[in-house]
């Protein structure tokens, strides 16, 4: 089927202030419906955000309760005590929640009051690949390149705001010391985002106003990486073989028939891509933006994505969606650029993954990257920190949990540990200490292991 | 007064399985009462924790209902969803808070049924020194010393489980955000270690397994930084003046002469401090070791320290109280090699530092690291993981996200934002976008800002 070109209706200029950050990448069902958050419930919201924060209240007196126990204080000054905690953690936690100030000047001008200013990532630049050629010529202390290898910088990130379920921020931080680990391993810099830099571009849009103000602040990054806060890196030894993107400026995970033949809304995943900081990366992301700016003219873009994109459901656009719309409209200006990469698990969705890995542990070995160990594994629609994901909670913190075991193994072993089981938390020791260590960092260190060249962190 | 030889009246050998992670280094006042968890309160903690588990699933029920809001779901369809959501929860919940296997056979022998054996952190190794400088020099591709500099691997962690207050986790993910950003700045690695290396060396202790484990590790390290998870970097320009230390081997934020003069038991802080990674430092943590194991050791050890010690309650040994202890008791065989440092905050103890922020922006500016724009801010006895701290829950979330955002400032400022206040979590623009953004790159990258030699990350 044809596709049409989009017109927004309305055009809408960047605004100050933020905007929402994505969690993930994708909800894979029809749960459009709960995308992004209806002016008509944001009362609603904020009650039951007062609701939460009396609860957390009540927890918080039974822990005090179980720490605190009997014979250490009075009840009656434990019931103080208890009092006291339990208004406390209410007035910061709805001050951490208060939205910015509605009077505040600097705010831009809200959505759809100003149908005649033309929304735009930032002022065109058209020459972008002298300038970075011409500032590194000049500061050669900030190589692009490393050991012949190219300077890569993983970005990710999530909300400011505490989590509306509270195990969300828990698997954050494993999410977050996960990505640390891979990227102490392979010399990758990393930039945890939270903030909002863009209230136009809300939600999973705020990866792009973000990737183009770290290339344009970091000329001596290469590849910008792109990765949603709930994938994990489930092979600690696999790397990118850049070398086979040398012709192109976008890598990302899909499937050529999903996206040309089927025009599949799932056909390539935003949840893990790289970018090279150059021109044509700005002008991808200043083409691929015009869908995004929230309110009127993403629900409408939404209706032109569910009408041209197989097996979209209806709600507002998503910027994977409209990334496959602007690359099957504008195939001739974009694609020989665009690497769609499935030879391993740039992207891994989860479902299909996360119960194997203990026939994984005993048929493969780490270093693979694909399906039989697979690279990034991601957890597409589960979404911990909010109060609504696609799966159950069960499933998808046990899920979680085991991907992050089985990753840590990884890290662990050069230390003599492991995990007991996928599950727990706890850990065994795998080997005895000896007074000659470096024998085994010889032989497991995973940056020895890499192949090619020998890796340096330096 | 003179101090007495420290000599346990039992020995124990290390265990395989783990020890609970330090969150933080220290409790200013009684609050040792609480340090540890007695064994005859194990049943009293597993019913509390059944409790929480039930809680949270009420919380998750009020979420869900606010999310889902009226007129989605019938509402007998919605009362089974939540039904069902508040047992996945619980019952995920209660797994991960479960405890190890008690039946395991990797379990070391109970504390205190073993007296015969000596605890130790492992074998005796005499020969780092030796043996680092063989392994450094048959490996030019992983060197100590990178453009001049050493290199220093940062270590920090929290337990594998998720912390009894949820507000805890939202802040040791801000907490690690922040080191992230430093350490990008300022070419430092980063371990974040969630794993329970040494049962026996549980708590506070469980540091010094982790050291030595990363020293033996790691022989590319020139220095291991230990940093507590509750402390903030607030000064994102000043590096550390490691040259000064090359003659010494520990670098300690304390105070000589409450030290030396009055013994106080708060005269160094270990929630900040440098390891050498050779042989002396290995020697000082087997020295350091012994008070450590939990159980009648550890509480007859805080005897003899809270005897010696000027200004200490009466708790069990801490890790920084034994510390001290064995610097006095045998100063001349370590403290030649002990940089007792306070010309910058290598540790800056938040309560004075905190509501100083907004003058401290109008009169001073990043890269002093002293009490005029300190290097870290560290909250001391906030336990935002735990559910009792020494200071009111209000007073410590309000002053880590101050010291947050007073921090993510001096990063947000190259790419042209800043927080609107110190408290929210909202950023307002600072600077209009260009078309020659490199200008400001030249201006504001810390990393070309730091003294001395021009900064690299390779």
Redesign the interface.
């Known amino acids: 089927m044809g596709l049409d070109s989009f017109t927004p209706q309305k055009r809408f200029s960047t605004g100050?202030?933020?905007g929402a950050l994505p969690i993930n990448n994708h909800d894979a069902t029809a749960a459009g419906?709960?995308r992004g958050v209806p002016r008509g419930?944001q009362l609603?919201?904020t009650?039951?955000?007062i609701?939460?924060t009396i609860?957390?209240g009540?927890?918080?007196i039974?822990?005090?309760?179980?720490?605190?126990?009997v014979g250490?204080l009075g009840s009656s000054e434990a019931d103080a005590v208890n009092q006291?905690?339990i208004?406390?953690?209410n007035?910061?936690?709805a001050?951490?929640r208060?939205d910015?100030d509605p009077n505040?000047p600097?705010e831009s001008t809200e959505t759809g009051l100003n149908p005649n200013v033309t929304y735009t990532l930032?002022?065109?630049?058209s020459d972008w690949d002298q300038?970075?050629k011409v500032?590194l010529s000049g500061n050669p202390?900030?190589?692009n390149f490393?050991?012949g290898k190219p300077?890569i910088l993983l970005v990710t990130g999530?909300?400011?705001?505490?989590?509306?379920?509270?195990?969300g921020?828990?698997y954050?931080?494993?999410a977050?010391?996960n990505k640390?680990?891979y990227c102490?391993l392979h010399g990758i810099?990393?930039?945890?985002n939270?903030?909002?830099?863009d209230k136009e571009l809300a939600g999973y849009w705020a990866k792009l106003p973000l990737i183009r103000?770290?290339m344009?602040?970091?000329?001596?990054i290469e590849w910008i990486w792109w990765m949603d806060s709930d994938a994990f890196f489930t092979d600690m030894v696999f790397e990118i073989p850049l070398s086979k993107y040398d012709q192109h400026n976008l890598v990302i995970h899909g499937y050529p028939d999903l996206l040309f033949e089927q025009k599949s809304w799932i056909a390539l995943n935003t949840g893990s891509f790289l970018f090279r900081n150059c021109q044509w990366s700005l002008d991808l992301l200043d083409a691929w933006a015009p869908m995004g700016p929230k309110g009127p003219v993403r629900d409408e873009a939404g209706k032109v994505l569910t009408a041209n994109l197989k097996g979209r459901p209806a709600f507002e656009a998503d910027d994977q969606s409209a990334l496959i719309y602007l690359l099957l409209s504008q195939k001739g200006r974009w694609m020989d650029k665009v690497f769609v990469e499935n030879q391993y698990y740039l992207h891994g969705y989860w479902a299909g993954l996360v119960d194997r890995y203990e026939e994984m542990m005993e048929k493969y070995h780490p270093g693979l990257g694909d399906e039989r160990w697979p690279f990034v594994t991601h957890f597409v629609g589960c979404k911990p920190c909010?109060?609504?994901g696609d799966y159950?909670?069960?499933?998808c913190?046990?899920s979680m949990?085991r991907a992050f075991n089985f990753a840590?193994n990884q890290v662990?072993k050069?230390?003599?540990?492991s995990h007991?089981g996928l599950?727990?938390?706890?850990?065994?020791?795998i080997r005895d200490?000896?007074?000659?260590?470096?024998e085994?960092?010889d032989q497991l260190?995973i940056?020895r292991s890499v192949t090619g060249k020998?890796?340096?962190?330096?």
């Open positions: 100050g202030g933020g419906r709960n419930r609603h919201k009650f039951n955000n609701k939460i609860l957390c009540f927890v918080t039974l822990v005090l309760r179980g720490t605190i126990g250490n006291n905690l208004e406390e953690t007035r910061i936690l001050e951490i208060a910015s505040d600097d930032g002022p065109k630049i300038q970075r500032w202390e900030f190589p490393v050991n300077r999530s909300p400011p705001k505490p989590c509306d379920n509270p195990i921020d828990h954050l931080l494993k977050i010391k640390i680990d102490r810099e990393i930039v945890y939270m903030a909002h830099l103000r770290l344009l602040s970091h000329p001596e909010g109060s609504y159950s909670v069960d499933r913190l046990r949990q840590d662990l050069l230390y003599g540990f007991r599950l727990g938390p706890n850990i065994k020791r200490e000896t007074t000659t260590p470096l085994i960092v260190d940056r020998t890796k340096s962190k330096s």
